[in-house]
């Protein structure tokens, strides 16, 4: 079926300093493989993954006043859950899903440095705000 979600990819948490919670929790956090620390300007944010191989956190940090975060720490000053992010193989289709069960799209698709320049979108539904993030294309394959 077109546009349904195929995996749980990350679970997003907004921090106020990545390095300084990372510090904090060390004692959780330190035996966790990480990923390098990315400038996303696109999105706004400071970003880096940290996986037990099993599963992956996504800390997000507000790289400028006006990130998307900002708000959310103005009223969690230390930080939370702001996102679920879902596999999905046709974006427009999971959006066009997601819309018609009375959602809505909060940040239409854009490639995102994150994810090696494929799409993602975000939306709300549920009370959620959920990530999309588009697979890669797979290539057709030839006939013999």
């Known amino acids: 079926m077109t546009g349904v979600p195929k995996k749980i990819n990350h679970v997003g948490l907004a921090v106020p300093d990545i390095e300084a919670f990372l510090r904090k929790i060390s004692p959780l956090y330190d035996q966790f493989s990480r990923g390098p620390l990315i400038t996303n300007e696109r999105q706004r944010v400071r970003q880096l993954f940290v996986t037990d191989g099993a599963t992956t956190i ?8 006006d990130s998307p975060l900002r708000a959310f720490l103005n009223r969690n000053r230390t930080g939370g859950l702001v ?18 069960a009375g959602g809505r799209l909060v940040v239409a698709p854009v ?3 994150a994810f090696q320049e494929r799409r993602i979108a975000f939306v709300y539904l549920g009370g959620q705000i959920t990530e999309l993030i588009e697979l890669p294309r797979q290539p057709f394959a030839s006939a013999p």
């Open 111 to 113: 490639p995102d440095v």
């Open 58 to 65: 996504e800390l997000l940090e507000p790289l400028r006043d």
């Open 83 to 100: 996102h679920l992010a879902l596999e999905v193989v046709d974006l427009d289709a999971a959006i066009g899903r997601v819309t018609a």
